[in-house]
């Protein structure tokens, strides 16, 4: 049996179609996971709950009004967290 843990910050750049329609955004990602892992043979079963932030993701919209259409551009934030159940099923050990 083990504990995981982990944590880890990134970042997207811009794409190739937001340099070219608005003003370019760089997603920040930071994820933390923590979980238990049993290992008995045949059978591996692992637990891990994480949490993960993103800030700084591009949305674009069109909106048609009388007055003609127009363009939404803005950014926003998620903040997720959730467990990850896995099982590993191994009958034969080579």
Known sequence: MSHVCAQSTGC???????LRHGTPQTESIQN????YRVQPRP???TS????????GVPFQQYVTTPAGSRELV???GVD????DFTGRWEPIRH
């Open 48 to 55: 891990i709950s994480n949490d993960r932030q993103f800030s």
């Open 12 to 18: 997207a750049l811009p794409s190739f179609d937001d």
């Open 43 to 45: 059978c591996t079963p």
């Open 74 to 76: 803005f950014s926003y």
């Open 80 to 83: 997720s967290k959730g467990m």
């Open 32 to 35: 933390y996971e923590i979980g």
